[in-house]
Protein backbone atom coordinates (compact mmCIF):
# COMPACT_ATOMS: atom_id res chain seq x y z
CA UNK A 1 0.00 0.00 0.00
CA UNK A 2 0.86 3.37 -0.70
CA UNK A 3 0.15 6.24 1.49
CA UNK A 4 -0.01 10.24 1.24
CA UNK A 5 -1.14 12.83 2.95
CA UNK A 6 -1.74 16.49 2.21
CA UNK A 7 -3.91 19.23 3.10
CA UNK A 8 -6.55 20.70 1.42
CA UNK A 9 -8.45 24.19 3.35
CA UNK A 10 -9.31 22.29 6.75
CA UNK A 11 -9.11 18.38 4.96
CA UNK A 12 -6.41 15.95 5.36
CA UNK A 13 -6.58 14.13 2.18
CA UNK A 14 -5.32 10.47 2.32
CA UNK A 15 -3.99 9.61 -1.25
CA UNK A 16 -4.08 5.55 -1.46
CA UNK A 17 -2.93 3.27 -4.05
CA UNK A 18 -2.16 -0.60 -4.57
CA UNK A 19 -3.63 -3.12 -1.87
CA UNK A 20 -4.71 -2.21 1.77
CA UNK A 21 -4.60 -5.17 3.61
CA UNK A 22 -4.48 -6.24 7.14
CA UNK A 23 -0.83 -4.50 7.59
CA UNK A 24 -1.43 -1.88 5.65
CA UNK A 25 -4.95 -0.73 7.52
CA UNK A 26 -3.15 -0.90 10.72
CA UNK A 27 -0.63 1.48 9.34
CA UNK A 28 -3.81 3.56 7.67
CA UNK A 29 -5.71 3.59 11.16
CA UNK A 30 -2.42 5.28 13.04
CA UNK A 31 -1.64 7.27 10.40
CA UNK A 32 -5.64 8.90 10.78
CA UNK A 33 -4.79 8.32 14.58
CA UNK A 34 -1.99 11.09 14.07
CA UNK A 35 -4.14 13.51 11.98
CA UNK A 36 -6.78 13.14 14.11
CA UNK A 37 -5.02 13.82 16.72
CA UNK A 38 -2.76 16.90 15.63
CA UNK A 39 -6.41 18.34 15.16
CA UNK A 40 -7.22 17.89 11.52
CA UNK A 41 -11.17 18.59 11.57
CA UNK A 42 -11.75 17.12 8.45
CA UNK A 43 -10.32 13.87 6.41
CA UNK A 44 -10.54 12.71 2.77
CA UNK A 45 -9.63 9.55 1.36
CA UNK A 46 -8.96 9.33 -2.48
CA UNK A 47 -8.81 6.09 -3.73
CA UNK A 48 -8.91 6.06 -6.82
CA UNK A 49 -5.70 3.76 -7.34
CA UNK A 50 -6.73 1.30 -4.89
CA UNK A 51 -6.51 -2.34 -5.78
CA UNK A 52 -7.85 -4.26 -3.04
CA UNK A 53 -9.34 -3.18 0.53
CA UNK A 54 -9.20 -5.66 3.23
CA UNK A 55 -12.30 -5.47 6.02
CA UNK A 56 -9.53 -3.93 8.25
CA UNK A 57 -8.89 -0.87 6.03
CA UNK A 58 -12.66 -0.63 5.41
CA UNK A 59 -12.90 -0.57 9.11
CA UNK A 60 -10.25 1.81 9.96
CA UNK A 61 -11.97 3.90 6.99
CA UNK A 62 -15.90 4.20 9.22
CA UNK A 63 -14.24 3.59 12.84
CA UNK A 64 -12.58 7.22 11.92
CA UNK A 65 -15.49 8.08 9.95
CA UNK A 66 -17.56 7.71 13.43
CA UNK A 67 -15.23 9.76 15.53
CA UNK A 68 -14.21 12.62 13.20
CA UNK A 69 -18.01 13.09 12.71
CA UNK A 70 -18.28 12.69 16.61
CA UNK A 71 -16.24 15.83 16.77
CA UNK A 72 -17.55 17.88 14.32
CA UNK A 73 -15.84 17.47 11.30
CA UNK A 74 -16.24 15.11 7.92
CA UNK A 75 -14.96 12.60 6.04
CA UNK A 76 -15.38 12.62 2.49
CA UNK A 77 -14.52 9.61 -0.33
CA UNK A 78 -13.03 10.60 -3.76
CA UNK A 79 -13.15 7.91 -6.21
CA UNK A 80 -14.05 6.95 -9.73
CA UNK A 81 -12.69 3.47 -9.18
CA UNK A 82 -15.23 1.20 -10.35
CA UNK A 83 -13.70 -1.79 -7.90
CA UNK A 84 -14.24 0.98 -4.71
CA UNK A 85 -17.62 1.81 -6.21
CA UNK A 86 -19.15 -1.41 -6.07
CA UNK A 87 -17.38 -2.04 -2.85
CA UNK A 88 -19.04 0.77 -1.21
CA UNK A 89 -22.22 0.13 -2.72
CA UNK A 90 -22.31 -3.96 -1.81
CA UNK A 91 -21.94 -2.75 1.78
CA UNK A 92 -24.04 -0.26 2.01
CA UNK A 93 -21.17 2.49 2.43
CA UNK A 94 -22.82 4.59 -0.06
CA UNK A 95 -25.63 6.01 2.00
CA UNK A 96 -23.08 6.61 4.43
CA UNK A 97 -21.23 8.81 2.18
CA UNK A 98 -24.18 9.83 -0.31
CA UNK A 99 -23.58 13.66 0.27
CA UNK A 100 -19.83 13.70 0.54
CA UNK A 101 -18.44 11.30 -2.70
CA UNK A 102 -16.28 12.81 -5.25
CA UNK A 103 -15.68 11.80 -8.30
CA UNK A 104 -12.42 13.23 -9.05
CA UNK A 105 -9.68 15.26 -6.93
CA UNK A 106 -10.88 18.56 -8.83
CA UNK A 107 -14.49 17.90 -7.59
CA UNK A 108 -13.26 17.79 -4.27
CA UNK A 109 -11.39 20.99 -4.57
CA UNK A 110 -14.02 22.82 -5.62
CA UNK A 111 -15.77 21.85 -3.13
CA UNK A 112 -13.38 22.90 -0.69
CA UNK A 113 -13.03 26.14 -2.75
CA UNK A 114 -16.88 26.99 -3.11
CA UNK A 115 -17.50 25.95 0.84
CA UNK A 116 -14.75 27.67 2.39
CA UNK A 117 -13.62 23.97 3.87
CA UNK A 118 -16.84 23.88 6.05
CA UNK A 119 -17.48 20.60 7.60
CA UNK A 120 -20.31 19.99 5.68
CA UNK A 121 -21.27 15.90 6.68
Keep these: MELAAETIGSFTVFKLAGCIDWDGAGRLDDEIGRHI ?3 SPCLAFNLD ?4 LSSGGIGAIAFNTNLVRS ?3 AV ?3 SSN ?5 LFETLKLT ?4 E ?6 AEFEAFVL ?4 GSLQ
Design 82 to 86: RYIDD
Design 114 to 117: NTGS
Design 49 to 52: AVTC
Design 95 to 98: LVFK
Design 37 to 39: NAG
Design 76 to 78: HII
Design 100 to 105: VWHRTP
Design 71 to 73: RGG
